[in-house]
């Protein structure tokens, strides 16, 4: 049983791990737990995230700049929210 359906049939609003992320830019002074948060949840409201879009704490570590260590925090923080949900990886 899958647990996602096929992502080569992701088109219109599907699943899609295809996600271009604008890169960021931390302001000094800013911790990167805060900027992250900031970084993501306006990519999810402003829809500039896709709905069903599949991110990984990686991918977003990467255009901010930052370890994934804050991205995780990030992704706890937006799921209490009900912004984000967080699909465990398994390992095969």
Request: charged content about 15%.
């Amino acid at each position: 049983m899958d647990v996602l359906p096929d992502v080569t049939h992701a088109r219109f609003g599907g699943w899609s791990t295809q996600t271009q992320l604008p890169p960021g830019l931390r302001p000094p002074g800013v911790k990167a737990p805060d900027y992250v948060y900031r970084y993501l949840k306006n990519l999810i409201v402003t829809l500039q995230l896709p709905p069903k879009a599949i991110i990984t704490e990686t991918q977003i570590a990467e255009a901010v700049g930052v370890s994934r260590t804050p991205v995780r925090e990030t992704f706890s923080r937006l799921q209490s929210e009900q912004l984000l949900s967080l699909i465990p990886t398994v390992a095969p």
